[in-house]
């Protein structure tokens, strides 16, 4: 039996590192990408140690335009076939939009949007042929809110990944290719610190989730083929809230957790 293949973009660290060591556990070859090669081989090393998988390092900065057209034809020169496309990748910014530099604002759309669908619209074509695949996108809790001010760009962004998500795999029913959003809460990455978010109370009024629980609900619920996986009890809570109560309730809410404070 040849072994599967699964892209994983975002792999150096955090959530997208835990998915690869789930992924490599289960017998899975691997094409991983982020900026910092040298974190991507101490993972490559590590799982073919582990678990003898192949990993194929794609360093790119996929911030930038055409970035998904660009690394779908490093993905090609390696492999025909992908089996599973994980759209980890993806950056915040803790920032007042008004002030916030228009080129942080420029590369987070085009990380968290434009390369994401892009690299699920190559990936697809192949897959709908084949009658099988899985497309795992990483959203977050912020996709369900009405807005988040402070991170407006962010949570927008997120509110685009889940509800695209949504739709295609509506489109795709019955087409043997599933579609899965994982929507995490607040969860102990270098996220924080690279969002400047480490200051504000959504990050200080409980304890994050752990990256590896959090990849394991994403991987089960992408295995199971479910549609949406929020991991953890009071995200869950969180997700419905604000349909619980007036948008001008929740964005208020949101204001307070997404202050900076010091
Ligand atoms: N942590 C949270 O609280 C939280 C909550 C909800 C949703 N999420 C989402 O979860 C996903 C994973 O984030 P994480 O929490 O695991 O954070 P993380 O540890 O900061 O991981 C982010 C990953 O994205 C890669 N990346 C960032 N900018 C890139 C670029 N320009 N080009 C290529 N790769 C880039 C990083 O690699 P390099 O730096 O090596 O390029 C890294 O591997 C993101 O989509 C995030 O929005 C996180």
Redo the contacts with the bound molecule.
């Keep these: 039996m040849t072994k599967k293949t699964a892209v994983i ?8 590192m835990e998915l690869a060591h789930l992924f490599a556990a289960d017998g899975y070859d691997l094409i991983v ?4 090669a040298e ?1 991507l081989q101490k993972l490559s090393d590590e799982l073919m140690k582990s678990h003898n998988t192949s990993v194929r390092i794609i360093q ?4 930038q335009p055409y970035a998904g057209e660009a690394l779908w034809k490093e993905i090609c020169d390696i492999t025909p076939t992908v089996d599973v496309l994980v759209n ?5 910014d803790a920032s007042e939009f008004s002030t916030e530099p228009p080129e942080v604002i420029e ?1 987070m759309i085009h ?2 949007i434009s390369t994401l669908t892009a690299l699920t619209r190559h990936a697809l074509p192949q897959m709908v042929l084949r009658g099988s695949g899985k497309i795992l996108n ?1 959203a ?3 996709g369900y809110q009405p807005g988040g001010p402070g991170m407006a760009v962010y949570y927008a962004t ?1 509110a685009y990944v889940l509800s695209f998500s949504r739709a295609i795999r509506c489109e795709l029913e019955s087409s043997g290719v599933s579609v899965t959003v994982l929507c ?4 102990a ?4 610190q ?1 969002a400047g978010a480490e200051k504000t109370l959504l990050f200080n009024w409980s304890k ?1 989730m752990d ?1 590896k629980t959090v990849a394991l609900s994403g991987y089960r619920g992408m295995q199971r083929g479910c549609g949406e996986v929020v991991p953890g009890f009071m995200n869950k809570f969180l997700a419905v809230s604000p349909k619980l109560a007036p948008a001008s309730i929740a964005l208020a809410v949101n204001k307070a957790l997404l202050a900076r404070r010091g």
Excluded at 9 to 16: D, N, P
Excluded at 184 to 187: F, L, N, Q, S
Excluded at 189 to 192: A, K, L, P
């Design positions: 973009t975002g792999a150096s660290s955090g959530i997208g990408t982020a900026r910092r974190l790119m900065d996929i911030a980890n990748a993806g950056v915040g590369r990380l968290n990483v977050s809790l912020a997120k995490p809460g607040a969860t990455t270098e996220f924080e690279t994050p990256a």
